[in-house]
């Protein structure tokens, strides 16, 4: 397994996570960028897979999926599941994601991951972000806000960062909210949900 500061707990709650990110309705958390996504055939990223819930919805959709996921325990899990065979699996992290190469993809999902990176992982991963899309890609990221689950690494990131970090090379924010968790233990927490969606300009 690839282990690193970003992905520490999720080794062993894995199993009882992936219980709880699978009872997410995709059509719920995901239906404000879905409508995006042109139709089948396109290449998706998923970066940060975890139980492969995403990635296997794209998949039943005629996408080609790609999901990374360095955390053994989830990769397992998700590459279990009916439907998985259809999908690339690889280990890999951000913000190298060197496994990947030169490729590029039509859209690149980041959802719930990025608040896991540090400052720098994050400078560099939204360079080698822009390099993963194809002229005309669209990237989906979600970040959370507000206390951190117990033993797990994350940050607080301003909105203006990612937005900043973003346009500076070129993408153009495409769609922008912030909002309250729907999981109700982190709504009363105060949990909140930032998505953004970019595009990659044709030229
Ligand atoms: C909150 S979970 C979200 C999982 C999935 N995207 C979902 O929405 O259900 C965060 C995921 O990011 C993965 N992760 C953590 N650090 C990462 C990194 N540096 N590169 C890629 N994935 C990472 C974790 O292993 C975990 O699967």
Redesign the pocket.
């Known amino acids: 397994m690839v282990s690193?500061p970003?992905?520490r707990g999720?080794e062993i709650t894995a199993a009882s996570?992936s219980k709880r990110?699978d009872g997410y309705e995709i059509e719920e958390t995901h239906g404000w960028f879905l409508d995006m996504l042109p139709p089948a055939p396109l290449s998706v990223l998923?970066?940060?897979?975890?139980?492969g819930?995403?990635g296997l919805h794209y998949a039943a959709k005629g996408y080609q999926v790609t999901a990374?996921?360095?955390?053994d325990a989830?990769r397992k899990i998700a590459m279990a599941k009916d439907g998985a065979d259809a999908i690339e699996w690889l280990e890999?992290?951000?913000?190298e994601l060197a496994l990947l190469e030169e490729r590029a993809f039509d859209v690149v999902t980041?959802?719930?991951?990025w608040m896991?990176?540090d400052v720098d992982?994050r400078e560099e991963g939204m360079v080698r972000l822009n390099e993963l899309l194809n002229p005309g890609g669209l990237l989906v990221m979600t970040v959370r806000h507000g206390e951190p689950p117990e033993g797990r690494l994350m940050f607080e990131i301003a909105d203006e960062e990612v937005i900043e970090a973003a346009r500076a090379l070129g993408l153009s924010l495409v769609s922008h909210a912030n909002v309250e968790s729907i999981q109700p233990l982190n709504k009363a927490k105060g949990i909140t949900w930032s998505r953004f969606a970019f595009r990659k300009g044709l030229s």
């Open positions: 690193v970003s992905n999720y996570l990110y998923d970066i940060g897979a975890g139980s819930r995403d990374v996921e360095p955390t989830f890999d992290t951000l913000p980041l959802i719930a991951v896991h990176l992982e």
